[in-house]
């Protein structure tokens, strides 16, 4: 067992499949899945430090691209919706300061638990789909450098299999 962990974990952290698996990563916790990204990002980074842009870069793409996965089921969701007319007053101060501040609320979107259904209410209302993306992109990009620089300066040794 253990050998065939070291044999995946080494496969894994090779440029050629680390960075198509932190794409996959990182895309599927964008969406309303519960997973992080940060533990692929940072592994890939660790067992290859000369990665770190490419990773965060590609990190960001996927989960960008995840964002605006969740935008769609937003939009596709309130489109099958019933519109109910009386919803509770929590509700609609949330959507309310989603409308004020428009796209921009996805900066936000790199949040832990209401960054990713975020982007599904910015579809919900309809909110403009690239100016949200755009907004993602930055908002995603910003966490994955801050956290890998972070957990990097946290543990700066080179993790050896």
């Known amino acids: 067992m253990e050998a065939w962990l070291h044999t995946l974990l080494n496969a894994l952290s090779l440029p050629q ?72 007053p929590a509700e609609l101060r949330a959507l309310g300061w989603l409308r004020r501040f428009g796209a921009k609320a996805c900066l936000l979107s790199w949040l832990p638990a209401v960054g990713d259904p975020l982007c599904a209410v910015a579809g919900w209302l309809r909110l403009p789909f690239w100016p949200c993306v755009f907004y993602m992109a930055i908002g995603k990009l910003l966490r994955y450098i801050t956290m890998t620089a972070a957990l990097l300066w946290v543990f700066p040794g080179r993790f050896e299999f």
Not at 57 to 80: H, P, Q
């Open 17 to 88: 499949f680390g960075l198509s698996t932190v794409f996959v990563v990182a895309l599927l916790s964008a969406t309303l899945l519960p997973m992080g990204s940060e533990p692929a990002v940072f592994g890939l980074v660790k067992l290859n430090p000369e990665l770190f842009w490419p990773a965060v870069l590609v990190a960001t793409a996927g989960n960008t691209i995840g964002g605006a996965i969740s935008w769609w089921m937003g939009y596709a969701a309130e489109r099958t919706y019933e519109h109910v007319k009386h919803r509770p």
